[in-house]
């Protein structure tokens, strides 16, 4: 699944799932690149430690998270009320970088977690909030050490997929995948190193 001739002939690997589609691009950005951004947002995002309630006790999210976009575009998700902070140059450039591959998007927000090391997680769990209404475009952007991703289906969790996400490595999901799959960072104890994923969306107000 080739993509435009004027970007240094990227490509991204396609995977039609039951239920969804999902592209996965390795070289999204060079190594020097994924570094240099991974410094840069490292030490300038606003990373909230946030909590969650679970059975009435109140636990520190196994990750660090911030939210930027555009003003007005609030979201909620497992109970935590996120307000944007502006576009840093940053942030907005990799936005229209990644929306040269997907023409038909216009992504309002983004959704950054720190993974500081192994021992930070995301839980199984599907990009499906009512803000990002009706088979939502997800882009997701990895920078900082490689972690692995977890895809499995609803109604047949013995449909699964696995992908080791190196720095510069983009994922798209589109479609149905947000009502028909979970996706996971799973626990990596072996992995000191930290990351950050960047999910770029679309709210609909």
Same mark, same amino acid.
């Given at each position: 699944f080739s993509q435009l001739e004027n970007n240094n002939?990227?490509?991204? #690997?396609?995977?039609?799932? #039951?239920?969804? #589609?999902?592209?996965?691009?390795?070289?999204?950005l060079t190594e020097i690149e994924a570094l240099n951004y991974f410094k840069i947002l490292n030490s300038t995002i606003n990373w909230r430690q946030e909590e969650i309630k679970y059975y009435g006790k109140i636990y520190p999210v196994p990750r660090k998270t911030a939210w930027y976009g555009y003003e007005g575009f609030d979201y909620s998700y497992s109970g935590i009320n996120c307000r944007p902070e502006p576009w840093t140059e940053e942030l907005l450039h990799i936005k229209l970088e990644i929306e040269k591959f997907l023409p038909n998007e216009n992504f309002n927000s983004v959704l950054l977690n720190l993974y500081r090391n192994g021992n930070d997680k995301v839980s199984w769990h599907a990009d499906d909030e009512k803000e990002l209404g009706l088979n939502p475009t997800i882009a997701s952007l990895s920078i900082g050490a490689t972690r692995r991703f977890?895809?499995?289906h609803k109604d047949y969790p013995e449909l699964q997929y696995k992908f080791e996400l190196t720095p510069g490595s983009l994922i798209i999901m589109k479609g149905?995948?947000?009502h028909n799959w979970l996706h996971q960072i799973p626990v990596q104890k072996k992995?000191? #190193?930290?990351?950050?994923?960047?999910t770029f969306r679309t709210i609909k107000i």
């Open positions: 002939k990227k490509e991204f #690997e396609r995977f039609s799932l #039951e239920g969804g #589609e999902l592209l996965f691009m390795k070289n999204f977890d895809l499995k149905a995948l947000q992995i000191n #190193e930290p990351r950050i994923n960047l």
